[in-house]
């Protein structure tokens, strides 16, 4: 029976739309109306996240009659994954960043010095977020309602990847709050004096847990394998820290104009643009047009279009308000000289620009290169090679505002510390050396001026892993490799040697999955090169939720004769099935599938377990020299945002 919390949820997702733009439109006639768009704004908060709850009661209550939930969550997932399952997939994401919007937007109206345009400004932008959660609902029900759900990706059970997305995107909602501050003082006249250190208070905060959220999934990079280190310039990845980048320009811009009015046209700039980049990076990742570019894009849908307009609309109205204001603007110079503290910064925030830039060009490659006929992407050098000088510039600014004493705060001090730790580690990291070997189980060799040895491969006993077991100059490392029901690679983690001088990097590549498929008739025999196999019968009887399938084979070598009896448990969306050993364990057997009039069943032959653990296994051995001074620095950058956020 379906449960009415789809409904529910929908139906307050309605209702924070429609409050939403109540209050906006409460907001412009000013006077008696302004409680009547505060009553508004606090239901459209409430609604939103009166959603948001319906839809993890649906993940915990395990109801698949909803789609999103059928995609991402199952019975046995632990509860940590069902919790994480409600960003895991566009629609969710999409209600998360809404309800961080929403409680933020509860946080300004008991903020006395918030008045009506921003306000409502704000409630605008979570109208347009309702909107598009709206467009693509996570309450769709599923045209066919099975007994259990499809269960998350591997690679996104990891406890690091369930806190990633929501920093980011609650980085992503604060970073409203100064856009709506900006706009609002242009609506209205307002003196800068009234509004910038609220915008400015926002943007730390915001900049702070956008900056937590991108050194988390780099972190989550570097410790599952095959996701190029702890940066590998993909696209999706570049489209949060194009508005980090601009972020922390904002803030800087936002502080400067408290004593340098001529700073003000500038800091609205960035408060629109850093907000426009954030709709610009969701547009791109969820459009379809990184599919064949990034490891972790979103498939195409039609939201993507949704998207590029609203994002267009914003920068155009940001615009317009801009131009229409800007005779009331003050016209003052940003600095009084070549050698003053205002022009360094000035030209700190424009390599940041140039940086944001640069990444802007090339993650937007497949998107213009696509407009032109033939997609494709620039290669990870580009980056590398247009950024680092600019960088380098950077931190030559830094180090001198050290020594001139520029930076009085602890949390400025702190986070200006990290970005130079942060720029060293980098590039003491990439100094390290990289070798690549083929090792049997026992055999030695000298990797990197390292002592390598590779034990074998090892099994856990239910199946659900094997790891890869190397002696590194006497101390033990594993790589881990989690596995599908079948056998088959799922995830893969490096093994990762932690050591004051650096991290010693082992990232194994799986031998080739040796297994065969054979299709046997009831009656009918076929061989290997090995055995012989004779489909005899098959019985299916209930068990829970499933269906269980067993089926007879005969088995034999020649000079005897072995039934086995594959199973599996079969749902209406599919089935699972594991593998059994046979013949004295000598080789592995998989049912994966029979025919509609049982005639016919379809079974996968693997090797021993023996066999896989004997196979030479290709090793990528790496030194990351004081690779953990990156990590340091950025915890430095956001704990620094914090304190500033504190002290501001």
């Not at 996104?156 to 369930?162: E, G, Q």
């Not at 980049?277 to 791109?284: A, K, M, P, S, W």
Request: glycine residues 8%.
């Amino acid at each position: 029976m379906t449960s009415a919390l789809p409904t529910c949820g929908e139906l307050l997702l309605a209702l924070s739309l429609g409050t939403a733009l109540l209050s906006c439109l409460a907001a412009i006639g000013g006077g008696r109306w302004r409680r009547i768009s505060r009553l508004a704004a606090l239901l459209a908060a409430l609604a939103a996240l009166g959603s948001a709850a319906m839809l993890f009661a649906l993940f915990l209550g395990n109801h698949f009659e909803v789609a999103y939930v059928m995609g991402y969550s199952s019975k046995s997932l632990p509860l940590l994954y069902k919790i994480s399952a409600f960003w895991a997939g566009q629609q969710g994401s999409f209600l998360l960043w809404l309800a961080f919007h929403a409680a933020a937007s509860l946080v300004l109206l008991r903020q006395k010095n918030i008045g009506s345009a921003t306000l409502g400004v704000f409630l605008l932008l979570e109208a347009v977020l309702a909107m598009l959660t709206l467009a693509k609902s996570p309450f769709e029900l599923a045209a066919d309602v099975p007994v259990d759900g499809a269960g998350m990706n591997p690679l996104l059970m990891d406890p690091w990847m369930a806190i990633h997305p929501p920093i980011l995107f609650l980085g992503y909602a604060l970073l409203a709050v100064p856009l709506a501050c900006s706009a609002g003082a242009l609506l209205t006249r307002t003196p800068a004096a009234s509004w910038l250190s609220t915008a400015r208070h926002w943007t730390l905060v915001a900049w702070s847990f956008l900056g937590a959220g991108i050194f988390i999934g780099a972190y989550w990079a570097y410790k599952v394998l095959g996701w190029g280190g702890f940066w590998g310039w993909d696209p999706v990845e570049n489209s949060s820290l194009v508005p980090w980048l601009l972020a922390c320009a904002l803030l800087h811009l936002l502080a400067m104009a408290r004593t340098r009015p001529g700073v003000l046209p500038v800091a609205h700039l960035a408060s629109l643009f850093t907000y426009a980049f954030v709709l610009y990076g969701t547009f791109l990742t969820r459009s379809g047009i990184l599919g064949d570019f990034s490891v972790h894009s979103f498939a195409g849908t039609s939201i993507g279009l949704t998207l590029a307009v609203v994002n267009g609309l914003v920068v155009l109205a940001g615009l317009a308000l801009l131009f229409v204001r800007a005779g009331d603007l003050p016209q003052t110079p940003m600095y009084d000289s070549h050698a003053s503290r205002p022009f360094f910064v000035l030209l700190g925030m424009l390599l940041l620009v140039f940086i944001a830039a640069i990444v802007f060009v090339g993650m937007s490659m497949p998107l213009l290169t696509q407009l032109m006929g033939k997609p494709a992407a620039v290669d990870t050098n580009f980056y590398t090679k247009t950024t680092a000088p600019l960088a380098a510039v950077l931190a030559a600014l830094m180090i001198y505002a050290f020594w001139k004493r520029w930076l009085q705060h602890r949390g400025a001090l702190l986070a200006h510390i990290g970005t130079l730790l942060a720029l060293l580690a980098i590039v003491t990291s990439a100094s390290g050396t990289s070798e690549t070997a083929t090792l049997t189980p026992g055999e030695t060799q000298t990797l990197a001026g390292h002592e390598v040895t590779f034990e074998g491969q090892q099994f856990e006993m239910d199946g659900s892993s094997k790891s890869y077991v190397y002696t590194v100059d006497g101390s033990r490392a594993a790589a881990q490799t989690k596995l599908k029901p079948s056998g088959e690679d799922a995830a893969r983690e490096p093994a990762i040697l932690r050591g004051l001088a650096g991290d010693l990097y082992l990232a194994p590549t799986p031998p080739e999955d040796d297994r065969e498929e054979l299709l046997l008739k009831r009656g009918r025999m076929q061989m290997d090169d090995l055995f012989a196999y004779r489909y005899e019968d098959v019985t299916m009887e209930p068990e829970g939720d499933h269906l269980r399938v067993t089926a007879d084979v005969a088995i034999t070598d020649g000079e005897t004769v072995e039934h086995a009896a594959p199973v599996i448990l079969a749902t209406d969306t599919g089935g699972k099935s594991e593998p059994i050993s046979i013949m004295d364990g000598k080789k592995r057997l998989r049912l994966t599938g029979v025919s509609g009039d049982q005639g016919a069943i379809r079974l996968e032959i693997l090797p021993s377990i023996e066999e896989l653990a004997s196979q030479p296994v290709r090793l990528q051995f790496s030194t990351k020299p004081f690779i953990w001074v990156l990590f340091l620095g950025a915890a430095f950058v956001t704990i620094g945002g914090f304190l500033s956020a504190r002290e501001d």
